[in-house]
């Protein structure tokens, strides 16, 4: 996560869906959930944002503190 | 030599021309390459006919022909309409004609009629064959093989700016509804006639020296005629687009169209409309994805956290149905021992009327047990006494 901005859109894509599965499956208890949920909320706006238009909405993201770099 | 063994060159030329003429007073159909093609401000088309072998390419035959203008009239626009394509050097053709021998200018081949439909099938043979070689080499899957990334963004337009579809692509491409950017950059090239394979490699070695700064290599054509699109059925062609180190997508022609390119491409639309369809549907998928993940996730959260709470007021009220059960066996206990103590107190026993009797502080419960001048406390209800036994 900490390279995130060094990440493949494939990478990043593929993390994200490996976090929402962890999250969702019934026998994980909330202890750590918190952390997931964080990563996996800075993987979708990473993903959107690259989506959507690639570099410059990702360094504005970067710049806003809301994904961490 | 005498002057009877020699003849003028006037006199050969016409015995040449008589003995022609003799052997061929009927147009016959010749099947030939055109190899030369043009045609003047008087409207005649001139020729050159080939044939060539076809293992090595080298010519075997040679002649000149000739379409009148009265002839070329009707011609041209009735090969035109069968073939979708006017006459082109590179053409293989079947053409009806008269053996012509002119003094002057030697050899000569009338065209009179022409056959379209053996253009067309000897196009359908050669890429018939080409796609059997490429076959027999492995060339079909080795670009599809590539992995074409899911977000494919920078993109090397193979085209000729002045190519139909090419303005309809980009207008489509970076006019998208949804708002989805890419980067293109334009790499031109010839895009039909007998140079347009060599043009079309030359622009692909142009994007390899470039290949880290693509995702991946379109190359795009509006419909034409089947001649105007005959150069994506070339052998070299199809070899570097198979190839290719990047995912070359191709859209070339009409829905009906189909060449060699689009066989060994990785992948291959209809036309160049409908690839910037695929690549702005790629994005869309992408972000739907994304979308459903997100959608996902505050499910799942809420559910966690809803089981979760369900399980603590589970546990509360279990804990309170506990409780309860336990308050009211305390109580009963208690109430059992407050009996008990109850029914063992002396008090009770004095205030019916009856008394105890006390030696050194124990109760006596035995006359026996007493002796003459035994000194006891007597316990009343209203009080005690003390006593000394007298007699027994």
Request: hydrophobic share 45%; charged share 25%.
């Amino acid at each position: 996560m900490n390279d995130i901005q060094n990440m493949k859109y494939e990478e990043a894509i593929s993390q994200l869906e490996e976090l929402v599965a962890r999250i969702e499956d019934p026998g994980r208890d909330l202890t750590g959930i918190a952390d997931d949920v964080k990563k996996a909320m800075e993987l979708v706006r990473w993903c959107k944002a690259y989506i959507r238009d690639g570099e410059a909405e990702m360094n504005k993201l970067i710049e806003d503190g809301k994904v961490q770099a | 030599m005498t002057d009877e063994q020699h003849i003028s060159l006037l006199m050969l030329q016409e015995m040449i021309r008589d003995s022609l003429q003799e052997s061929f007073y009927e147009q016959v159909w010749v099947r030939a390459e055109i190899s030369e093609l043009k045609s003047n401000r008087t409207g005649h088309c001139y020729l050159t006919l080939v044939e060539k072998d076809a293992g090595s390419d080298t010519v075997l035959a040679k002649a000149s022909a000739i379409i009148w203008a009265s002839t070329f009239r009707t011609l041209k626009p009735f090969f035109l309409s069968a073939t979708g394509s006017e006459l082109a050097v590179g053409m293989n053709v079947l053409v009806k004609v008269q053996v012509q021998y002119s003094e002057l200018y030697g050899l000569s081949l009338i065209v009179y009629d022409i056959d379209p439909s053996f253009t067309v099938g000897e196009m359908e043979l050669a890429r018939q064959r080409t796609l059997e070689r490429l076959k027999a080499d492995g060339m079909f899957d080795m670009n599809s093989s590539l992995d074409l990334t899911l977000l494919p963004r920078r993109l090397a337009v193979v085209t000729s700016d002045t190519a139909a579809g090419y303005r309809d692509f980009m207008r489509q491409l970076h006019e998208n509804e949804y708002g989805y950017s890419f980067v293109t950059e334009l790499f031109p090239a010839l895009m039909q006639g007998s140079d347009s394979p060599r043009s079309v490699i030359a622009a692909l070695d142009r994007v390899a020296s470039r290949i880290d700064e693509f995702d991946a290599v379109l190359i795009i054509r509006g419909g034409g005629g089947a001649m105007d699109l005959v150069c994506f059925d070339d052998y070299e062609l199809a070899v570097n687009v198979a190839q290719f180190p990047l995912p070359v997508l191709t859209g070339i022609g009409h829905d009906h169209d189909f060449h060699v390119i689009d066989m060994v491409a990785h992948t291959s639309v209809k036309t160049p409309t409908a690839l910037a369809d695929f690549l702005i549907d790629a994005f869309a998928q992408e972000e739907y994805r994304a979308d459903s993940l997100a959608q996902r996730l505050q499910l799942a959260l809420k559910g966690k956290f809803n089981r979760e709470l369900s399980l603590v007021d589970a546990r509360v009220a279990a804990l309170r149905r506990a409780l309860d059960v336990r308050w009211v066996q305390e109580l009963r206990r208690i109430e059992l021992l407050e009996a008990r103590v109850a029914a063992a107190d002396p008090g009770r026993i004095l205030s019916k009327g009856y008394s105890i009797v006390l030696r050194d502080g124990r109760r006596v419960d035995s006359a026996a047990s007493l002796a003459a001048g035994d000194r006891v406390r007597i316990m009343f209800d209203d009080g005690a006494v003390e006593a000394e036994i007298c007699k027994k």
